[in-house]
């Protein structure tokens, strides 16, 4: 059975940094790659990375480009999302969600992915 749990989300005040994790089970992490999107209240999801399978590729939205680092370690089967620089408006409930690829068109669309995990709240606030 697929399964992708996000962990360190968290309260964070403005300028703070933050790294989440993004553990998969059920599966070999290394032929797929992981997305990561948030949604804050009243907004629709969006995409803001993927790492290739093989970490060789990455995407980011323009938002978070030069303020988040997407990694994986797929030896522990696990993504990270290291967010720096944070701001209020980074607060949302962010997910990951693997697919076998990124694609340079698709990583930031909900329907490219497979398989979603439960999400995790950040809060940046002071």
């Known amino acids: 059975q697929v399964q992708l749990v996000e962990s360190g989300g968290g309260l964070v005040q403005p300028g703070g940094s933050l790294t989440l994790s993004c553990a998969v089970s059920?599966?070999?992490?290394?032929?797929?790659?992981i997305g990561w999107f948030r949604q804050a209240p009243g907004k629709e999801r969006e995409g803001v990375s993927c790492i290739s399978s093989g970490g060789g590729i990455k995407y980011y939205a323009a938002s978070v480009k030069g303020r988040f680092t997407t990694s994986r370690d797929n030896a522990k089967n696990t993504v990270y999302l290291q967010m720096n620089s944070l701001t209020p408006e980074d607060t949302a409930v962010y997910y990951c969600a693997h697919d076998t690829q990124c694609g340079s068109r698709g990583w930031s669309l909900e329907g490219h992915y497979d398989s979603w995990g439960q999400g995790t709240q950040v809060t940046v606030s002071s």
């Open positions: 059920g599966y070999t992490l290394k032929y797929y790659a």
